[in-house]
């Protein structure tokens, strides 16, 4: 987990494989961060697993799912109680399930001098 990310209170981290977490996230209350899931072709449903990478800048807002394999870009929003199977772009805003592109994020606020925003 990278500088100044926090995670929210009973954020779950289900983590059977890596769950990277960039500088400046924020992952909110109750949302689900799954790296497992369960073969659907076979009757046996086998377990994969697949990571999860969260970039910098990232917001993941409250009871929203981020499943197996997918890299959330950064400065990328997921909106809440969204359900997220794909990968997110950079700079984007997604919600809703599935997720879809919703817009992206334009930061507009200026920011005092020497201030890091990086």
Not at 43 to 64: F, G, K, Y
């Amino acid at each position: 987990m990278g500088d100044y990310s926090v995670l929210g209170d009973q954020v779950d981290c289900y983590c059977m494989n890596r769950i990277t977490i960039g500088s400046k996230v924020a992952v909110s209350q109750r949302a689900f961060l799954c790296t497992g899931t369960h073969e659907v072709t076979s009757l046996r449903r086998p377990l994969t697993t697949a990571p999860i990478c969260l970039a910098d800048h990232v917001w993941v807002a409250a009871q929203a799912f981020v499943g197996p394999g997918v890299t959330i870009g950064e400065g990328a929003v997921v909106g809440a109680c969204a359900c997220v199977v794909r990968n997110v772009n950079p700079w984007e805003i997604v919600g809703g399930n599935p997720a879809v592109r919703l817009k992206d994020r334009v930061i507009l606020e200026s920011h005092p001098a020497g201030a890091d925003v990086s």
